[in-house]
Nanobody, 122 residues
Framework: QLVESGGGLVQPGGSLRLSCAAPTLTLSAYSVAWFRRAPGKEREGVSFISSSGQLTHYTDSVKGRFTISRDNARATVDLLVDNLKHEDTATYYC?????????????????WGQGTQVTVSG
């Protein structure tokens, strides 16, 4: 239902734009989040956006560096990741929830993409 793109290999301080597309889902009806799972760690939510795009939330470790946005007309949600650090290396997943606002729990999300790899090295 969700397809991520935009991952890659970057040096510390670099930037990437991750994109989440929903070709078969009415994405405007869902709040969306980006989660990540680093090697040996639990999956964590990093950025959240409400269905309208008016509400956003970021985990503390990415505040000021990550920006989530959405274009409901195009059914896409982007995550601009700036000033990347080694600890940002992870597989990044987008997920959609039918709940309003910016739900935080993994269990709130019913649709998931396959993930896109972000590696910060150098």
């Amino acid at each position: 239902q969700l397809v991520e793109s935009g991952g890659g290999l970057v040096q510390p301080g670099g930037s990437l734009r991750l994109s989440c597309a929903a070709p078969t889902l009415t994405l405007s009806a869902y709040s969306v989040a980006w989660f990540r799972r680093a090697p040996g760690k639990e999956r964590e939510g990093v950025s959240f956006i409400s269905s309208s795009g008016q509400l956003t939330h970021y985990t503390d470790s990415v505040k000021g560096r990550f920006t989530i946005s959405r274009d409901n007309a195009r059914a896409t949600v982007d995550l601009l990741v700036d000033n990347l650090k080694h600890e940002d290396t992870a597989t990044y997943y987008c997920a959609a929830s039918p709940l309003s606002g910016t739900p935080m729990a993994i269990s709130d999300y019913v649709y998931w993409g396959q993930g896109t790899q972000v590696t910060v090295s150098g």
